[in-house]
């Protein structure tokens, strides 16, 4: 049987979770998967997965087997890549999601820069605060900002996230600069409610200070967060992609610099390496070189 078919197979049964699911996706019948997978295992003279009537999960060897094979299938579609890309032209429609500051500020200029290279790639960009569905909303790529990722779907680092605390520059004058975390229990702390709600986290000196906090304002929403800390109305972490402009400008002023909130990476969530249009492809590496070391930090906000 063709090993670089069943270890096709033996992945995306891991990414999509099921064998139904996987044999939908590969266009072929669920005993066909079986019997990929029992070819695979034994090829590889070990069990993969355990399989109940209600799961599948990855064994010990088959958790040390599946970087491996995506390895394996990341090099034969380059070489098909390498092959066919001088012929083809990038074409069709992508669906892509991600926040919607993420959105706004950097993610739709990258996209119509893409555009004017490959002018028959189209986009439907779904904006949403929190982690879209792939697979239920037909989502091609999703950018997503966080230290939690899930593991059985594929990821592509771009760029960190930093962030800073702040306040405008009204609220400081008539509430005081905090000199100590300790100081911010004196002050109106305003949170996003999917990142920082509740606490606030730093890096200082090499460590995680957790911080817990009382919030005046929680919002779902980092424009309306951002809003609420323009117009006095508190201290909150934002990006630096997002309020890196209010900084430089003196419309916002970074409070205890010392104490960087945590870093999130940023990274382009798919969910197969295989069968991927050439648009697609061609997207993540624009992408991954545009985003590459976080551009909008190239004038450190002070």
Known sequence: MDRLAATCVFVTVVEQGSLTLAAERLDMSTAMVSRYLAAMEAWLGTRLLHRTTRRLSLTEAGEAALASCRQLLDLSADVEERAGRAHREPSGRLRLTCSPSFADTQLAPALMDFQRLHPRVAFTLMVADRSVDLTAERIDLAVRITNTLEPTLITRPLATCRSVLCAAPAYLAAHGMPQTLADLAQHRCLAHAYVSAAQYRFRHAGELVEL?????????????????????????????????????????????PDHEPEPLGVHAVYLSRQHQPLALRLLLDFLAARFDGAPWDAVRPG
């Open 212 to 256: 817990p906090i009382t919030d005046a304002l929680s919002t779902n929403d980092a424009a309306t967060l951002r809003s609420a800390v323009l117009a006095g109305g508190g201290l909150a972490v934002l990006p630096t992609y997002f309020a890196g402009d209010d900084l430089r400008a003196g419309r916002l002023v970074a409070v205890l």
